[in-house]
């Protein structure tokens, strides 16, 4: 941030030594301020533009002067505030330009009252009395509790003036009232001094409290939107730019509220912004949403930073992908990395659709394959490997919550098996989804069943649903309005009015069964009143009376203009191969969220209705675009940028599948308690199987849906763990390993490092590598070691299974 | 006035927040002795007393009623066999099973009024060790943590102070404290588990030192064999989680090659006498290997014990082989952390899920029992010689105002220097305070 500070100084001189030749441009906005109240306060901004800088924000560079002071006053960051009733000028002024504008003050003298709804709630937001770490929380915070968010303002009004025997509020004496001294650490309080004492807040308050401390009637949502301002901004490295809100109701009238919202950044790599709405570009060039938040409503301001000096060339392009990847890294001037060398993509694309590493025939296989299309080709061959229903499935089970402790263990068997089989014979995915939500049988056998048993009733269930298959994560809205989301109580509990017909029997051979039948509407449990089952942005379902509600949910979930269904899973499966989802995490979608590169996302799921949910097909797709093919290692112009996929992702291998490749490049299998010889981590349906290795990499135990259950974080444990675990160190040094096998070998130093190359890492050493790996067979050879061959094999491996090359996938 | 803004809202801001109004606050007219006087408020909420915390989890519940708080005028069928004695601190009495603690009771805090809700094992052990209530039944965690969501406190520890010398900042031993883990926090704070006994002859930490055919010139080999590969490969070049790698493998050689690591993890460096002092038990050797890391600069050092569920035949359980090895364990552990300086910068806990039932069942045992248990909080900013709290006259509730958890986690992050108050968010979203209500104890605070 020092470094900011610092740039806008330089920007500042530059517009001071432009001002001789060509003085920049200035344009104040709002062209007319007006405050209505003791307490408002308005932002301008103001808007700077010169040939040399071109377009900047002034607000913070100008000196602001007004006419009359007695009237209003200008802070400097151009918050104008009142001080009595009348019209006056204000100036910004900047090298010698002058703008003027009007500031035209009413309602000091005899002041509208104030809302509780409207003046009173928004404060108690901003300043986070609500939130859910503190008041907000369910059972409160020392005998106090608030809504979240203030999303029921007749409760918070019982809390604040009528409960604890009325003393929280004092209307003959507002200022001794213990919810003003409470907030302003007066009194001590838990939470510390949260309103200043005699700021704007507090005079809010404390006027609301000597007009009666009323609970002013709710209207019929007057406000309509909110509009931030700039709505797109464009910056350079490492500057600022200070940012409007207004309030818009329906009569058109507009009420600056820049210092009541709430803001946040979705890339805060990218641009920062502080609580005064003010945004920080950094050094890395990208794009950034900036949320703002207001009582229930949200806006989004969209900031790009180009590089400034773009060195952009298109490369050439294989499909869709490459195309709409290639127009986001022009509009940022950012080259995209060189294609990956064929043993990189070889190694990428095993991992990444297997989980498993190629052999070294395998690698030697392909390197010498002259065919042209030969990595299409590869890519097929892959998807009809078992291996890719294996690790599929296990993906899905983990996100299915197939957890013996809660399904039993026959269950979990059984659901494994039933999602390995629809992997296998590549299952539409509207299908498949259809049959997950539609689950009915015994919870023992080949079917989804279990899903209903890991989540025991119609909220569980329609919380799991919508986050697995729309991306939205309408569990927040069980108690209140999710903050930065539009969902509130009523939609969470029309939408889980769809699964209150699944009913969960006892089966006499064990087990549940699940029958679908005909279900109820949920009440509101803060109305009373009964919610209309109705999916997400859509009206309510008359439904038959025996009708198993779930099929009318099905069918609106799979049709092909559901919002979410097929950009959900479409982002799930890029996530997979690229990395990084285009929206983060893949199972938050919404507005407030946007993905990185809109128009892919879009595409991607246009394509895969094109194609009938066929997965396998929008796989091939993307491993086939250059996109996925790139080079992992970074140019000068991309070394910053982690969002636009103009390289490849290092992507840490998940612990099975890091398992799996130890095994693959020791030669010695992994035995898991309990289970049958040579089994892979990767068929693995245990997910409480204890296992060291699991616990230092971790696994997901499958207590939720949330993809986010697979921590991805390295530690210094697993680097221990690889270095120095007797579990990795025994397969190393196993007599009927691979080290112990090519040692006895009668290959050459050379072709042994070769063979120990192709192994961990699937590719040949290069000459230096070679160079240095046989130079510890001579070193060893000449000093006596006994068994140098065998020694420096092992060393070797050792030494490849703890480079990063081998424990991430790039 | 022109420092409203800033004033209005921020009163509660760590380091990070305080350096980010600052930068950007300096434009908005921010004066400087306003952005030093926020930025020494965020950076010392309060003054740490205790560097570093050994937390000795009793698992299974201690009986309160036959070591701590003994009630020799109730009833035979309460009371038990044994007798209170006479301690270092003159009207202070414990149980005649503790004689040895009894000659140092005035180095410690006895608060007898500790009292919560949750009446089993893993469930009740969840609420100690993360002070949430957990997601799953009694009998339903399996798996190691078992702590899916919440942090434990060994967990916020360490990412609230990190590391402080060569050894991680959190250590359990021997095994797995159960729900020890870091929840939402992720890999990064999870603790770095012994996996073994230190009263084992061959005792040796998981992964901490090669394995046996490696010895140090081979492993020095290896080592600049693994430097040199790196710098020719790929992973040079490594971008994202596999670039902090690059950290967590250099961290991980210095923790193997650190002369002061590995001496800290070494008991045979300690003299049989010493060792002999804490006893030749799990407990005792855990807590000389405790005082070792805490020498080290070791932050949290979680110890269980166990298994003090004694449904059956209590009192042997706890004459033969639970008690003794335990007040041998916290007598030199006491003593030794004094002797050396350390005990008021080391705050020690100890501390069960629950205490036990204070009528005798008809086994001769006591069955689970979480109204009331007592809890020993020594150093670290916490009283000598105190008494704090009492129970009705069968031991079985608080007759003084009762502490639960949340205040006991209150006090023991006030006295680390740790924000309670302080909020990270759920991968949903959800902000989850540190300590989700309670009060400090300020009666057992010296």
Redesign the interface.
Known sequence: ??V??LT?LAVAQLAVVSAAADAPALRVHPERVTLRRPESSSQVLVFGKSPESGNFDAT?LVTFRIDDPSIA?V???G?VLPRADGETIAHAELDGQSVPFPVLVTGQANPPPVSFRGDVLPVLT???CN????HG?A?G??GFKLSVFAFDAKFDFAAIVQEARGRRVRTTAAAQSLFLRKAT?ETPH???????PG???YRLIKRWIEEGAALDEATPESAVRLRVEPAEILVDSQT?QQLRVTLVAADGSETCVT?GADYQSNAEAIA?V???G?V?STEIPGEAAILVRYMGHVGVSRLTHARPESDFTRPPQNNFIDRLVWDKLEKLGIAASPPASEA?FLRRVYLDTTGTLPTPEEVQQYLEDRAPDKRSGLVAGLLDRSEYADYWAQKWADLLRVDR?VITSQGAVAMTRWLREQIETNRPYDEFARDIVMADGRSMDENPAAFYVAHQDAEAASRAVSQLFLGV?I??AECHHH?FEKWGQADYYALAGFFTGVERRDSPLGGKKIVGGPGQDLLHPRTGETVAAAALDAPPVEFEPLADRRTAFADWMTASDNPFFARTIANRIWAHYL?RGLFE?VDDLRATNPASNEPLLDALAAYLIEVDYDVKQLTQTILESRVYQLS???TESN?LD?QNYSRA??K?LPAEVLLDAITAATGVSHDFDGMPAGLRAIELWD??L?A?FF????RP?R?SV?A??R???????????L????ET??KI?DRRGRAAELAASSLSNEQIVDQLYLAA?SRFP?D??RR??TS?FTQLESSGTADPRR?ATE??L???L????F??N? | MSNRRISDTEFRMNRRTAVRIGGAGLLGGLTLPRLLELQSTAAAPQPAKAKSCIFFMLEGGPSHIDMWDLKPGAPAEIRGPYQPISTAVAGTQIGELLPMTAGIVDKFTILRSHSHADNAHQTGRHWVLTGYPPSFADGQAQGMPFNALYPSIGSIVARELGQRGAVPPYVEMPNPLGPGGPGFYGAKYAPFTIDNDPVQADFKVRDLTTTSEVDGDRYERRKQLLQDAEALGASDDATGPAKQMTDFYEQAMTLVSSPEASRAFDLSVESDEMRERYGYTSIGQCALLGRRLVEADCRFVGITHGSWDTHVDNFTSHEKTLVPPTDRALTTLLTDLDDRGLLDETLVVVMGEMGRTPRINKDAGRDHWSMCQSVILAGGGIKRGAVIGASDETASYPTTQPYGIHDLLQTLFYLMGVDANKIHHTPLGRPVPIVSGGHRIDEVLA
Not at chain 1, 723 to 726: A, R, V
């Open positions: 941030m020092r900011g500070f806008i913070r006053e802070l400097p960051g918050r901003k300043a986070g939130s859910g770490g503190c929380k059972e915070q020392n650490g838990g939470g510390g001094r949260r309103i200043e700021g704007d807040w600022t210092t920062a502080d609580e005064t003010l920080t990189v402790n994560r569990e927040c903050p990395g995490p992992s290692a970074t070394r982690d992702a290092w840490p997910s409480r204890p060291n616990q230092v990499f971790g135990v207590q949330c986010c259950e921590g991805v974080e390295p530690s210094m444990a697993q680097a221990l763990h270095m120095n675990s007797e160190s025994a040094r890492l290069s230096d590598e240095l790996m510890v020694t060393d070797v050792w030494t490849l703890n480079t990063k090359e424990a991430f790039h």
